[in-house]
């Protein structure tokens, strides 16, 4: 079966700074989904940013960027330039390619962002 | 983008009572729904995943006889609490997936509590 693991359960950043959360899966797969989901205190969950496992670069979204190692099964996330707003937990998701195949989450860590 | 609500946003009930949860799809057509149930500080753990006209299928250790699940519609699905206890308070989102699209959107969730 799939894993997800976040192994830190806490970080802290502050404003305007970098910060990297990790995540790492395991799969027999070769081509799947990863996701990386932010769930602010509204509990709303946001989709922050995609990669599909086929494609070799790195997905960007304006201030978010991943580092996808396939062979490692690494999935981190780069927040750059962090705001306040950036305060919140953050999930690592895998889902195979199949139509409605299901997420599985990682156990989510808590970023807080120091003004 | 795609919408999906959810109705109640929060509901406190009497335990022993049964609590009706709807989850709706505003913008497209969901062939599937899932159910997430969350418990504070932690990642969503899925109880069952439901297509249109066709019985949930629930994930191990999930009681089918205690969450019943219907999908009536492509945009419509509804998860019911049977006699509800109070260890059946949480937090329980859903997400919809329209088949194709590799991405699950996400309702803003609901809060239950049960006295």
């Known amino acids: 079966a799939q894993t997800v693991t976040q192994s830190q359960p806490e970080m802290s950043v502050q404003e305007a700074e970098t910060v990297t959360l990790s995540c790492t899966y395991d799969t027999s797969e070769s081509d799947y989904y990863l996701f990386w989901y932010k769930q602010p205190p509204s509990r709303q969950m946001i989709l922050v940013i995609r990669?599909?496992?086929?494609?070799?670069q790195n997905a960007t979204e304006n201030r978010f960027s991943v580092n996808f190692q396939k062979a490692a099964k690494s999935f981190s996330l780069k927040i750059s330039d962090s705001q306040l707003g950036d305060a919140a937990m953050y999930f690592c998701a895998y889902r195979e390619t199949g139509a409605n195949s299901k997420l599985t989450f990682g156990k989510g860590i808590t970023l807080s962002v120091r003004p | 983008g795609a919408v999906v609500s959810q109705h109640p946003s929060r509901v406190i009930c009497k335990s022993g009572t049964s609590v009706k949860i709807e989850c709706r799809s505003l913008?497209?057509?969901?062939?599937?729904m899932f159910w997430y149930r969350q418990f504070p500080k932690q990642s969503l753990m899925l109880m069952a995943t439901s297509n249109e006209g066709s019985k949930a299928t629930y994930e191990q250790g999930v009681e089918k006889d205690k969450f019943l699940i219907n999908h009536a519609s492509l945009t419509l699905s509804t998860l019911t609490v049977t006699s509800a206890h109070p260890e059946d308070s949480s937090f329980y989102i859903c997400?919809?997936?329209?088949?194709?699209?590799?991405?699950?959107?996400f309702g803003p969730g609901t809060r239950l509590t049960v006295t």
């Open positions: 913008d497209f057509q969901a062939t599937t």
């Open positions: 997400s919809a997936s329209s088949g194709g699209a590799y991405e699950q959107y």
């Open positions: 990669q599909e496992a086929y494609k070799q």
